[in-house]
């Protein structure tokens, strides 16, 4: 393997190592296994760009690096240790086909985890083949990207190279590696590994790197533990929020995907709801509906208190007071996120001052969605364009079921500081017109498994611009048409 001028050596490649001066028990020194062919099959022009990477050069010389036949200068790669609770089940994992070539320091001088998923085998692989395939790489690259484009904190996709050889899943499909960026991977799974482990030296270590990386303005608290778990659960209710205010479904919520970063990670059995319904699931594995919609802020909680109890031996004092701080920062994950979900919910209604009614204006108005099973992202978008119609318009695109909320919702307005066309511009700015639609996430991935890339990209192209309403993206605006099947994901990528 060709390591020292090899493809990508001009590319801008700046890694720095910092995860791998921890203790040894927490990583293992890995390479990528070659693949027969590597091939570029997708490239992110603009976060190469923000990570002082030359797009050109990699789409001419990157294909090796991303598939992992070539290591970019200065990669060192580990695969990481981690532990989860997977559907309430407590397990060992690790990276199983994953590496993290290294951090990526960027011109702006931030630090990135420069990940390769699906690169073979590791000592963590289990029972797994140790590579991905097509089809849902492609999916988490469109996904990821389309929460960013939403504003939503996520790990970043910066491409996707096939390597020419076939993946047996339920039949033979295209292999394909993700190289994935997130300003780390470090997972409450982490912290639950380091503690089964059963060291406190390991925990203090992974503590005080993730405080440094993630928080250096708590190296100085009091209580680092203390202030380090409330940081993430500060993290964590915002961005569960963000989820739920745009519909996502992230599908399977174990402990080792959830990031103390506050990153959304681990795209696979995802979706956005189409029409409302507190209890979606789409995942076809999820049957007792434990990671569905509605589920999310409870079931983060729940995984914030996996962390708490692996931060319990970095606590001070006797074991029971220790345990009685904890709580109390985990019990104000409910007021964090209610106060995360109503700020967002104001937005989405055009409303700027604050009424005691207001979370229960956007409850009723979720009800009447529920009640006429209409589409969450639409009926938002058709909402933000009323702001501005005179009461008693019949033009609304909702139906006449809305009628009474509207009413009470334009009375509300009523009593706003701004005029409607300011709410109206608030509106637009909170309630995307685009989300990755179910149906056309599919019908890209089916074309791009068959060799035709274009849908992926044109997709891509339109749920980079989610709030603007353009002749181009009309036909991305919609929903599967009433009566299709339920929507279902599968987790075997
Ligand atoms: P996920 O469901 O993607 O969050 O993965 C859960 C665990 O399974 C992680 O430790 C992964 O690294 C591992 N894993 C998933 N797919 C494979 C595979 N094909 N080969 C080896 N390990 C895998
Ligand atoms: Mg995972």
């Known amino acids: 393997m060709n ?15 910092s995860y791998s001066q921890l203790p040894e028990a927490l990583f293992t020194r890995e390479k990528p296994l070659p693949v027969r062919f590597a091939a570029l099959t997708m490239l992110n022009d603009p976060l190469a760009a923000d990570l002082g990477l030359d797009a050109d050069v990699l789409r001419h010389e990157g294909a090796a690096v991303f598939a992992g036949n070539e290591l970019p200068p200065g990669a060192d790669p580990i695969a990481q240790a981690y532990a989860g609770h997977q559907f309430g089940h407590f397990t060992t994992l690790g990276d199983g086909r994953a590496l993290l070539l290294g951090e990526q320091l960027t011109p702006a001088g931030q630090r990135y985890d420069i990940q ?9 692989s289990r029972g797994g083949d140790g590579r991905a395939v097509l089809g849902p790489m492609l999916r988490e690259y469109l996904i990821s990207e389309g929460m960013h484009a939403l504003g939503i904190p996520t790990t970043r996709s910066l491409a996707v190279a096939a390597t020419g050889e076939s993946v047996l899943r339920d039949r033979p499909l295209p292999g394909a590696v993700l190289t994935r960026v997130a300003t780390s991977h470090i997972r409450v799974g982490t912290f639950q590994y380091a503690a089964a482990l059963g060291r406190p030296d390991l925990l203090a270590a992974l503590l005080d790197y993730t405080i440094a990386r ?13 202030a380090f778990l409330e940081a993430v659960v500060e993290r964590q209710a915002s961005l569960i929020a963000r989820w739920m205010l745009v519909g996502f479904v992230h599908g399977v919520m174990n402990t080792d995907n959830m990031t103390v970063s506050g990153e959304t990670i681990d795209y696979g059995p995802c979706a956005f709801l189409d029409v409302y319904h507190p209890d979606t699931v789409f995942s076809s594995i999820d049957h007792g509906g434990r990671y569905a ?34 709580v109390a920062i985990l019990s104000t994950f409910p007021e964090r996120y209610g106060q995360h979900h109503l700020a967002g919910a104001r937005a989405k209604l055009g409303l700027t001052n604050q009424e005691a009614d207001d979370a229960d204006l956007y409850t009723s108005f979720l009800a009447v969605l529920q009640e006429t099973e209409a589409d969450f992202t639409a009926s938002f978008a058709a909402l933000a364009a009323q702001a501005e119609d005179q009461p008693g318009s019949l033009a609304s695109p909702l139906a006449p079921a809305f009628a009474p909320w509207l009413a009470r919702w334009r009375e509300r307005l009523s009593r706003e500081p701004v005029g409607p066309g300011e709410a109206s511009r608030q509106m637009r700015a909170a309630n ?30 339109v749920i980079s611009s989610p709030f603007c309403e353009t002749a181009a993206n ?8 009433a009566g299709s099947p339920a929507y279902c994901t599968f987790c075997g990528t």
């Open 432 to 461: 995307p017109v685009i989300i990755p639609r179910n149906l056309r996430v599919e019908e890209a991935l089916t074309a791009a498994e068959a060799g035709d890339l274009a849908p992926t990209l044109r997709l891509l192209e």
């Open 3 to 17: 390591t020292a001028n090899g493809p990508g050596s001009n590319a801008g490649w700046h890694l720095a190592h």
């Open 116 to 124: 390769l998923k699906g690169s073979g085998r590791t000592r963590y």
């Open 474 to 481: 009309e036909a991305y605006r919609h929903g599967a048409p």
């Open 293 to 326: 919609y509605a589920q999310q802020p409870t079931i983060a909680q729940w995984n914030l208190a996996r962390l708490a109890e692996s931060l319990l031996p970095l606590v001070h004092g006797e074991q029971e007071q220790a345990i009685e701080k904890l």
């Open 214 to 226: 993630h928080a250096p303005d708590l190296q100085q608290a009091e209580e680092p533990a203390l």
